[in-house]
Structure formats: structure tokens, C-alpha cells
């Protein structure tokens, strides 16, 4: 396993640099996640494999429809009216799909918890923050207060919170953690009367209120302006630093994946594409769809009259083409992008690229991409199948620069 | 000194910050803007005090009791005689009947729409959050009911099991529960997918925390709304099952009882049936009005501006 210090001067202390074999916190292999529709089955997430370490912040990127908030659902067992299978879906070793809805709610909040990418929506609008976060604390901590549903209807409907209780004034030492100034008194305060980002340090407080060791955070700052997004994903990362969490950042902003995250997947229409740590992935990016997207982000050295879009949509889920999803818009697209996906690992450890341009058999002269051999492509797709994608450091014969 | 003042002073004497006698401020405090600042709402809470206090204390406060039959028949009504509001044909006091009446008929109301919304308010959440099945299922039950009028039902309940209080509360509240379920799962099917809901799940709380914690509170104000809107058609419905002769015993006063006594001497005696009737009408209104000031008690964001 790798975890390498986020490339930014901000210091990563919590991140484990030492080379211990335990298991990683989050192991996803194979995730599909399909909904059945009128119009056929639509796989939403159609083979993810990814691992989340201890105290590390996990990117994955990708646009709008590419499966990455369906991920995060399936995880906690929330993808509504779809199906989730896995080779692997474990929680420290502990298989999240053979839990039932009971033990998942035992997950939820306590280990794992979610932040949702519009915090004007995830708030419950009758009710004030501190009273949202207190019923949290009441229902992961032991506060010993009392859990009976007519005790939370009381307090919900007839006397609110005491002041005095324990889980009110966890809710407001929080609060006061995430930032929020005047805690006691924005406490009772209902979530209209806070702003944007402010509403978002209250989802993260409320995130934070059952401990969790893993945060997902669902695009935080999508609906938030740039200013506050620094700061909601500084606040993250000091929540990472002082109580070691962990947080699987999704977002469709490169931009924030190479300020914020230690590692990064990127998705492409439910499947992944590549996944590397962040300074390999922005130095060495192998997919070509990698490339377009960092080719799309503006830089302040431009020349370029235009930035290099991507030309074309996301394929429409219900009729993905076989192999590679990406291909259709792929400049690099050859006869092989047929072929069923397999991972090809770099030198790097932990860079794995989903694209048949790093098949040993391909010649690529930056120009041109030639099968050189076809049986033997074929062959050495079966085996990165067979090995689960674990083999082949070896860099491939990828000549010149791909642009 | 106005009786919102009133009521201020006598709920400000608060100790805990944020609470005044355990009970949540902000909903008070919103209460008693609405009532301050608001002439309808002023209104509204006049009469439902006004009639619910003269229900509650008629023992103590009616001049005369209500059987008795002491005076002169179809006296007309004098406000400064013995008999305020007259007296019947039967030489009953009338004020002292419409006191005691208000007892059964504000009270017919208002548990007849209190079963009604319990059981349909439940049938609502449930069959909304849940959908599917459960959501066919209670529903097209519900719908049934749909197909019968309320009177039938009513008038079918009565006589079954027979008159009286508890009978005749649960007759008229019957015909309530389709449309409270129907309301609530209207309301639910649109909370269920705001993104708090599925924040609620994601911090691990249970369907029914869930329905009764965090849906539950966004219904209240429509459902405040058609709960006052009922109150008023109850005690209509009580009326017209006493008119009808299927109220709660022929010869207890209730509203509805009194304007049917009188029907047979609308020519002679006008006061016998007009004035139980102004009463009900000025009820109806006032709950109403109550209603109105209690949903805005409840709209935190306080936009409407009423």
C-alpha cells in the first residue's frame, strides 16, 4: 500500500509514511451498482475497485454522471431501488454487503459518514442546527439521555434540547470545532439563517457527531463560491489532521483533487480510469482521458486561445458500448479499446490505468497507435484479468508525448 | 392592556434561556408575534378562548340549568331580563343551553378531528415514505372511503353501534381520515426526496426516526391548516347529526340539537335557531382564524407575512 504526502506545503502529519501492512480502512473491489429502469438496466457504477487508507483523503473524480456519487451511496447502502454486488466491500474487514440494514445503520454516522453537496438542502429547515446535531450525538454517543421515540418527539416537538444536556452541548463543541463562531448562539439558530458555507461547516459538524472514521463528502463545495470552498476544504483537512480521519472527497474539480487529496480515482461513466497518487497522476497522467481533463483546466501560464475541451458527452448508460466507455471520444481510440477493460500498473506503485495503450503488445509513437501483435494482446489481456490487475509494473513502450 | 400582553406576561417568566416552562420558546414567542401583530389572528384567538373557556367552565358560569324548566315559554331574548338569550319551548334558559351545548359540540369537534388525523395522518406518512406496496395498499384503502358520503358513513356508524359522545366522535372523524392520509402522503412523497431526508439516513437514523423526527415536522403546517378547516366542518357535522336526530342524545343540548328544536318555531321564535347558529358560525370562523395563526407559529422562516 502507498500513501504519499499530498504535494502541497500543507503538512500531512496523520498520513502513515511507514510501510506497515495493515489493511486499508475502505477496500472496494468490483463495485457494480445497477438500477432497473423501464428502459433496461442502467450500471450506474460498473466495476470500481479502489482502497481508502487510514487518515488519507481519497479524490475521485469525474463529471456529472459518471457514477461517482452512486459509489459513495452504494457504500453506505443507500443507493435506493438498485443492486449492488462486489468482489469486495469491506470496512476494517468487515464485509458492508453481508450487513443488513440494521448493522449498516450501526455503520452510518458512527464510522462512516456523508456530507452532502448542497448544504441548503441537507439541513432540515424546521429545525435548529444545534438541535439536528444534538439528536446525531444522542444517537451514536452515550450521552445517557433518553432514545425512546417519545422522548424525541417530546423534545423535538414540545421542550426542544436542554441546554444543560450533554448532547446539546457536544452539538455546540462541534460547532465551535468546524469553525463557527458564537457556537452557543448559532446553536439555535434554524439553518435559513445561516449561510451557505456556514451550512456546510454545520453538515460537517454534523458529520463529525458519531465519530466517524471515514467522511465521504459528496462534492462539499459545488454550490459554495471559491472563497468559502477553500475554506470548507481547509476546515476538512484540519478535521483530517486533528482527528485522523479519513475523507473520500468526491468532486469533478481536478483542481481541488491536487490541492486537497493524497490519492485519486478517476471515473469515467461508472468505471474507473485511473487511479495514482496525486503528484503521479497531475506529472505522469497515463489515460488519455486523464489528459483531457487536466488539458481542460485553465492555468495561469495560458497561451492557449481556447482550453482543450473534451469533445462529446458521457455515453448513455443504458447503451454503453462494450470496452472501454471513454473510447468514443478518444483521440488515442484503437482497434483494441474493444476489448474488456483491464488494469495496467505503472512504475509508480499504486498507478494503475484502465486503457489498452499500456498493453505490452501496442506501439504507440505518440502519433499512431499500432496492435503489433494481435494474439498476444489478447493474451496479455486475459492474464491482467486473471492476475487481478495486480501484475506488470512494468512501464509500456509509450513513446513521445501523448497530446 | 390587550390580551396578547396578557398572554406575554403570563408566559415570560422564563428561567432557562431558550425555554420558558420547558416548553420550546421560539414556537410561543412566534405564537404571540403572530397574535400581536395580526387582527385576524387576534380575533381567532379570542373566540376560541372566549368559547372554549364558557364550554370548559359552563357548570360554573351558565345562570341556570339547562333541563330545567323554569320560565315562560318563547321568552324573545332581553339582554337585560333573566334570560339574555330567551328561552325555548319548553321554558329552558337559552344562554345556559348554548354553554352546555358549546361542551359537546366543541368537543365532538375537535376529538372527531383529532381520531381523524391521528389515523390518517399515520396511513399518510407511511404510505408516502414507504411507497410501493405499502403506499397501493393503504391508499387504495383509503380510497375506498372516498366512494361513501360522510353522511351515509356517519349515519351507518350511529346506528350500528348506537348514540352517544364516543359514537358519534368517531362517526364524524371516519370521514376525515381519507383526507388526512391523502394530504400527509402528499406532502410526505415531496420531503422524501429532499436531501435531508437522505442525510437523516446517512447518520444511521431508523425509518421511523426518520418519519416522525424529520418528515413529520415539514408537514405540520398544511396539516395545522386542514386540522382548524375540519374543526369547524365537525362541528357543523355534529349539527346536523343532532338536527338529524342521530346526535349524541336527543334530549343533551348541542348546537345542532338547539337549531333543530327550533326549526319548528322559526316563525314565532327566531332566536331559538338563529342564535346557535350564529354561535356555531362565529366558532367555525375563529377556529379558523386560530388556525391560521398557528401555522404561522410554525413557519420558522416567519416569510408570510400574514
Given at each position: 500500500m502507498s500513501s504519499q504526502p499530498r504535494p502541497t506545503q500543507r503538512a500531512g502529519p496523520s498520513v502513515s509514511t511507514t510501510v506497515t501492512e495493515e489493511p486499508p480502512l475502505l477496500a472496494v473491489d468490483n463495485l457494480h451498482t445497477t438500477f432497473t429502469t423501464e428502459r433496461g438496466d442502467v450500471p450506474a457504477v460498473d466495476g470500481v475497485s479502489f482502497a481508502i487508507n487510514e487518515g488519507e483523503v481519497f479524490g475521485i473524480v469525474g463529471e456529472s454522471g459518471s457514477g461517482k456519487s452512486v459509489t459513495a451511496l452504494s457504500l453506505l447502502g443507500l443507493a435506493d431501488g438498485a443492486t449492488v454486488t462486489a468482489d469486495r466491500l469491506c470496512f476494517r474487514d468487515e464485509d458492508l454487503l453481508a450487513k443488513d440494514e440494521a448493522a449498516l445503520r450501526e455503520i452510518r454516522g458512527n464510522d462512516i459518514s456523508m456530507i452532502f453537496q448542497d448544504p441548503m438542502s441537507s439541513l432540515?429547515?424546521?429545525?435548529?442546527v444545534g438541535e439536528q446535531i444534538a439528536e446525531v450525538v444522542r444517537h451514536h454517543g452515550d450521552v445517557g439521555e433518553s432514545q425512546s421515540l417519545f422522548a424525541e418527539l417530546r423534545r423535538k416537538y414540545v421542550t426542544g434540547t436542554s441546554e444543560s444536556s450533554a448532547s446539546w452541548q457536544r452539538a455546540v463543541e462541534l460547532l465551535d470545532t468546524v469553525g463557527i463562531p458564537d457556537p452557543a448562539d448559532r446553536a439555535n439558530e434554524y439553518p435559513h439563517q445561516l449561510s451557505g458555507g456556514m451550512k456546510q461547516r454545520v453538515m460537517i459538524a454534523q458529520a463529525l457527531a458519531g465519530d466517524p472514521d471515514l467522511i465521504i463528502a459528496?462534492?462539499?463545495?459545488?454550490?459554495?463560491d471559491v472563497t468559502i470552498e477553500a475554506q470548507i476544504l481547509n476546515e476538512l483537512l484540519d478535521l483530517r489532521d486533528e482527528f485522523g480521519v479519513s475523507i473520500m472527497l468526491i468532486t469533478h474539480d481536478l483542481a481541488v483533487v491536487r490541492e486537497t487529496c493524497d490519492r485519486v480515482a478517476v471515473m469515467y461513466a461508472g468505471e474507473m480510469m485511473e487511479t495514482a497518487d496525486t503528484r503521479t497522476l497531475f506529472e505522469d497522467p497515463r489515460h488519455p482521458y486523464t489528459r483531457g481533463l487536466i488539458d481542460s483546466i485553465p492555468r495561469t501560464?495560458?497561451?492557449?486561445?481556447?482550453l482543450d475541451a473534451i469533445e462529446g458527452n458521457v455515453p448513455d448508460p443504458t447503451a454503453k458500448p462494450q470496452g472501454c466507455p471513454f473510447r468514443t471520444r478518444c483521440d488515442a481510440a484503437f482497434s483494441l479499446c474493444e476489448e474488456p477493460l483491464v488494469a495496467y500498473s505503472a512504475e509508480e506503485p499504486g498507478h494503475r490505468t484502465w486503457c489498452h495503450l499500456y498493453n505490452d503488445a501496442v506501439a504507440n509513437d505518440g502519433d499512431e497507435v499500432q496492435r503489433v501483435d494481435d494474439a498476444e494482446a489478447k493474451q496479455l489481456i486475459q492474464e491482467h484479468e486473471a492476475s487481478d490487475d495486480l501484475v506488470t509494473p512494468q512501464r509500456p513502450n509509450f513513446g513521445g508525448e501523448y497530446r | 392592556m390587550s390580551v396578547s400582553d396578557l398572554v406575554e406576561s403570563a408566559f415570560s417568566g422564563s428561567s432557562e434561556s431558550g425555554k420558558t416552562f420547558g416548553i420550546r420558546s421560539d414556537l410561543l414567542e412566534r405564537f404571540i408575534k403572530t397574535i400581536r401583530r395580526d387582527l385576524r389572528a387576534k380575533i381567532g384567538f379570542l373566540v376560541v378562548a372566549l368559547f372554549g373557556l364558557s364550554a370548559i367552565f359552563a357548570p360554573m358560569?351558565?345562570?341556570?340549568?339547562?333541563?330545567?324548566?323554569q320560565f315562560p315559554i318563547l321568552m324573545p331574548p332581553d339582554p337585560l331580563s333573566a334570560n339574555p338569550l330567551g328561552t325555548d319551548s319548553f321554558g329552558r334558559d337559552l344562554l345556559s343551553r348554548l354553554m352546555y351545548g358549546a361542551r359537546i359540540s366543541l368537543a365532538v369537534g375537535l376529538g372527531a378531528v383529532t381520531f381523524g388525523a391521528v389515523l390518517g395522518i399515520l396511513i399518510g406518512l407511511f404510505a408516502g415514505y414507504y411507497g410501493g406496496y405499502i403506499d397501493d395498499l393503504l391508499m387504495r384503502a383509503v380510497d375506498v372511503m372516498w366512494a361513501f358520503p360522510w353522511l351515509l358513513i356517519a349515519i351507518m356508524l350511529v346506528a350500528i353501534f348506537g348514540q352517544g359522545f364516543w359514537n358519534v366522535m368517531v362517526a364524524i372523524g371516519f370521514a376525515y381520515i381519507d383526507d388526512f392520509a391523502r394530504l400527509a402522503r402528499g406532502e410526505v412523497l415531496a420531503i422524501r426526496e429532499e436531501e435531508y431526508t437522505m442525510a437523516a439516513k446517512s447518520v444511521g437514523l431508523e425509518d421511523y426516526e426518520i418519519i416522525f423526527e424529520e418528515v413529520f415536522p415539514n408537514t405540520v403546517a398544511p396539516l395545522i391548516v386542514q386540522f382548524t378547516i375540519f374543526t369547524a366542518r365537525a362541528i357543523l357535522a355534529e349539527s346536523t347529526l343532532s338536527f338529524l336526530g342521530l346526535g349524541v342524545k336527543p334530549t343533551t343540548p348541542t348546537w345542532g340539537a338547539l337549531l333543530g328544536q327550533g326549526r319548528g318555531f322559526i316563525t314565532q321564535a327566531w332566536w331559538i335557531s338563529i342564535i346557535p347558529g350564529i354561535a356555531i358560525m362565529v366558532t367555525v370562523l375563529g377556529i379558523n382564524l386560530f388556525g391560521d395563526a398557528l401555522r404561522d407559529a410554525f413557519d420558522v422562516k416567519e416569510t408570510g407575512q400574514t
Amino acid at each position: 500500500m502507498s500513501s504519499q504526502p499530498r504535494p502541497t506545503q500543507r503538512a500531512g502529519p496523520s498520513v502513515s509514511t511507514t510501510v506497515t501492512e495493515e489493511p486499508p480502512l475502505l477496500a472496494v473491489d468490483n463495485l457494480h451498482t445497477t438500477f432497473t429502469t423501464e428502459r433496461g438496466d442502467v450500471p450506474a457504477v460498473d466495476g470500481v475497485s479502489f482502497a481508502i487508507n487510514e487518515g488519507e483523503v481519497f479524490g475521485i473524480v469525474g463529471e456529472s454522471g459518471s457514477g461517482k456519487s452512486v459509489t459513495a451511496l452504494s457504500l453506505l447502502g443507500l443507493a435506493d431501488g438498485a443492486t449492488v454486488t462486489a468482489d469486495r466491500l469491506c470496512f476494517r474487514d468487515e464485509d458492508l454487503l453481508a450487513k443488513d440494514e440494521a448493522a449498516l445503520r450501526e455503520i452510518r454516522g458512527n464510522d462512516i459518514s456523508m456530507i452532502f453537496q448542497d448544504p441548503m438542502s441537507s439541513l432540515n429547515p424546521v429545525m435548529t442546527v444545534g438541535e439536528q446535531i444534538a439528536e446525531v450525538v444522542r444517537h451514536h454517543g452515550d450521552v445517557g439521555e433518553s432514545q425512546s421515540l417519545f422522548a424525541e418527539l417530546r423534545r423535538k416537538y414540545v421542550t426542544g434540547t436542554s441546554e444543560s444536556s450533554a448532547s446539546w452541548q457536544r452539538a455546540v463543541e462541534l460547532l465551535d470545532t468546524v469553525g463557527i463562531p458564537d457556537p452557543a448562539d448559532r446553536a439555535n439558530e434554524y439553518p435559513h439563517q445561516l449561510s451557505g458555507g456556514m451550512k456546510q461547516r454545520v453538515m460537517i459538524a454534523q458529520a463529525l457527531a458519531g465519530d466517524p472514521d471515514l467522511i465521504i463528502a459528496d462534492e462539499p463545495t459545488t454550490a459554495l463560491d471559491v472563497t468559502i470552498e477553500a475554506q470548507i476544504l481547509n476546515e476538512l483537512l484540519d478535521l483530517r489532521d486533528e482527528f485522523g480521519v479519513s475523507i473520500m472527497l468526491i468532486t469533478h474539480d481536478l483542481a481541488v483533487v491536487r490541492e486537497t487529496c493524497d490519492r485519486v480515482a478517476v471515473m469515467y461513466a461508472g468505471e474507473m480510469m485511473e487511479t495514482a497518487d496525486t503528484r503521479t497522476l497531475f506529472e505522469d497522467p497515463r489515460h488519455p482521458y486523464t489528459r483531457g481533463l487536466i488539458d481542460s483546466i485553465p492555468r495561469t501560464d495560458d497561451d492557449r486561445e481556447w482550453l482543450d475541451a473534451i469533445e462529446g458527452n458521457v455515453p448513455d448508460p443504458t447503451a454503453k458500448p462494450q470496452g472501454c466507455p471513454f473510447r468514443t471520444r478518444c483521440d488515442a481510440a484503437f482497434s483494441l479499446c474493444e476489448e474488456p477493460l483491464v488494469a495496467y500498473s505503472a512504475e509508480e506503485p499504486g498507478h494503475r490505468t484502465w486503457c489498452h495503450l499500456y498493453n505490452d503488445a501496442v506501439a504507440n509513437d505518440g502519433d499512431e497507435v499500432q496492435r503489433v501483435d494481435d494474439a498476444e494482446a489478447k493474451q496479455l489481456i486475459q492474464e491482467h484479468e486473471a492476475s487481478d490487475d495486480l501484475v506488470t509494473p512494468q512501464r509500456p513502450n509509450f513513446g513521445g508525448e501523448y497530446r | 392592556m390587550s390580551v396578547s400582553d396578557l398572554v406575554e406576561s403570563a408566559f415570560s417568566g422564563s428561567s432557562e434561556s431558550g425555554k420558558t416552562f420547558g416548553i420550546r420558546s421560539d414556537l410561543l414567542e412566534r405564537f404571540i408575534k403572530t397574535i400581536r401583530r395580526d387582527l385576524r389572528a387576534k380575533i381567532g384567538f379570542l373566540v376560541v378562548a372566549l368559547f372554549g373557556l364558557s364550554a370548559i367552565f359552563a357548570p360554573m358560569l351558565a345562570p341556570y340549568d339547562p333541563m330545567s324548566q323554569q320560565f315562560p315559554i318563547l321568552m324573545p331574548p332581553d339582554p337585560l331580563s333573566a334570560n339574555p338569550l330567551g328561552t325555548d319551548s319548553f321554558g329552558r334558559d337559552l344562554l345556559s343551553r348554548l354553554m352546555y351545548g358549546a361542551r359537546i359540540s366543541l368537543a365532538v369537534g375537535l376529538g372527531a378531528v383529532t381520531f381523524g388525523a391521528v389515523l390518517g395522518i399515520l396511513i399518510g406518512l407511511f404510505a408516502g415514505y414507504y411507497g410501493g406496496y405499502i403506499d397501493d395498499l393503504l391508499m387504495r384503502a383509503v380510497d375506498v372511503m372516498w366512494a361513501f358520503p360522510w353522511l351515509l358513513i356517519a349515519i351507518m356508524l350511529v346506528a350500528i353501534f348506537g348514540q352517544g359522545f364516543w359514537n358519534v366522535m368517531v362517526a364524524i372523524g371516519f370521514a376525515y381520515i381519507d383526507d388526512f392520509a391523502r394530504l400527509a402522503r402528499g406532502e410526505v412523497l415531496a420531503i422524501r426526496e429532499e436531501e435531508y431526508t437522505m442525510a437523516a439516513k446517512s447518520v444511521g437514523l431508523e425509518d421511523y426516526e426518520i418519519i416522525f423526527e424529520e418528515v413529520f415536522p415539514n408537514t405540520v403546517a398544511p396539516l395545522i391548516v386542514q386540522f382548524t378547516i375540519f374543526t369547524a366542518r365537525a362541528i357543523l357535522a355534529e349539527s346536523t347529526l343532532s338536527f338529524l336526530g342521530l346526535g349524541v342524545k336527543p334530549t343533551t343540548p348541542t348546537w345542532g340539537a338547539l337549531l333543530g328544536q327550533g326549526r319548528g318555531f322559526i316563525t314565532q321564535a327566531w332566536w331559538i335557531s338563529i342564535i346557535p347558529g350564529i354561535a356555531i358560525m362565529v366558532t367555525v370562523l375563529g377556529i379558523n382564524l386560530f388556525g391560521d395563526a398557528l401555522r404561522d407559529a410554525f413557519d420558522v422562516k416567519e416569510t408570510g407575512q400574514t
